[in-house]
T-cell receptor, first 117, second 112 residues
């Protein structure tokens, strides 16, 4: 079975440019999460969706960041305009709905390594 | 909000046993998960504790004490390939939320 697929794997761009990161969750998973990982701040949840609806975007750092999930098999994280401090590894993860008392682990994609020059 | 504490680094030798502790402070606690991440790779799920006690999965075990807000990951018969970062993560419940908050990670180095 295919796992979570992210693209691109690497992105290098100049500050001020728009950056779009893409994610295809595992089929049948109805939760999708976007994380950012840096040495300083670790693994931070940016936003997550349930059944394509954004549930909690309190982790989105500022208005330059936006995320969409137009359908169950695709999500984007967009940064516009990008800044050097946005350089990080961005992970997408998906999970199915956990029953009460049980757990459904999050399955992570391989991430996008983003460098803003 | 949530906060988690775990050691930043642990070193052990092949074949040994190592325990990585995690203490947490959170509201709406639902369970404690452990993830492994090799350099440059994706975090992968290892174990979950929703109830107090020990969960065993092969060479890895995880323990939870809800009353102490404490858990640990136990790795036995260490192998070189176990060198990685290990993250504890609290699963919190808020409304329909099922989100994870990750600790800062413990870098495990296994020496020959």
């Amino acid at each position: 079975d295919a796992g979570v697929i992210q693209s691109p794997r690497h992105e290098v761009t100049e500050m001020g440019q728009e950056v779009t990161l893409r994610c295809k969750p595992i089929s049948g998973h109805d939760y999708l999460f976007w994380y950012r990982q840096t040495m300083m701040r670790g693994l931070e949840l940016l936003i997550y969706f349930n059944n394509n609806v954004p549930i909690d975007d309190s982790g989105m750092p500022e208005d330059r960041f936006s995320a969409k999930m137009p359908n169950a098999s695709f999500s984007t994280l967009k940064i516009q305009p990008s800044e050097p401090r946005d350089s990080a590894v961005y992970f997408c993860a998906s999970s199915s709905r956990p029953d009460r008392g049980s757990n459904q682990p999050q399955h992570f994609g391989d991430g996008t390594r983003l460098s803003i020059l | 909000g949530q906060s988690l504490e775990q050691p930043s680094e642990v070193t052990a030798v092949e074949g040994a046993i190592v325990q990585i502790n995690c203490t947490y402070q959170t509201s709406g606690f639902y369970g404690l998960s452990w993830y492994q991440q090799h350099d440059g790779g994706a975090p992968t799920f290892l174990s979950y504790n929703g109830l107090d006690g020990l969960e065993e999965t092969g060479r890895f075990s995880s323990f939870l004490s809800r009353s102490d807000s404490y858990g640990y990951l136990l790795l036995q018969e260490l192998q070189m390939k176990d060198s990685a970062s290990y993250f504890c993560a609290v699963r919190v419940h808020s409304g329909s939320a099922r989100q994870l908050t990750f600790g800062s990670g413990t870098q495990l180095t296994v020496l020959p």
